[in-house]
Nanobody, 119 residues
Framework: QVQLVESGGGLVQSGGSLRLSCAGS????????MGWFRQAPGKERVFVAG????????YYADSVKGRFTISGDNAKKTVYLQMNGLKPEDTAVYYC????????????WGQGTQVTVSS
């Protein structure tokens, strides 16, 4: 099993920045990619950004391109999400996820961290 713990959420004004962190523990040697998802009130959980460790490729939802940056430390199985230019519509619970394959759905999930952007 892999355990994921997020941190860094909070309340920020529109246009501000936050940096989320996610630390993995347990059988992290099996993890080949990690990502961030978010779920706004009354909506489904959606993909935000992802990173594959082997090639260092990064992926973003269109809604966050140019504003959010995912990065990480493969050795530590830690992933970050730098969020700049935050908007009220970015308000959501942000979840860290990890996968043991590059194609199948994410296997492991964190508990989530709340991000609230005030207008």
């Amino acid at each position: 099993q892999v355990q994921l713990v997020e941190s860094g959420g909070g309340l920020v004004q529109s246009g501000g920045s936050l940096r989320l962190s996610c630390a993995g523990s347990g059988r992290t040697f099996s993890v080949v990619r990690m990502g961030w998802f978010r779920q706004a009130p009354g909506k489904e959980r959606v993909f935000v950004a992802g990173i594959t460790w082997s090639a260092g490729n990064t992926y973003y939802a269109d809604s966050v391109k140019g504003r959010f940056t995912i990065s990480g430390d493969n050795a530590k199985k830690t992933v970050y999400l730098q969020m700049n230019g935050l908007k009220p519509e970015d308000t959501a619970v942000y979840y860290c996820a990890a996968a043991s394959t590059t194609t199948r759905p994410y296997d492991y999930w964190g508990q989530g961290t709340q991000v609230t952007v005030s207008s």
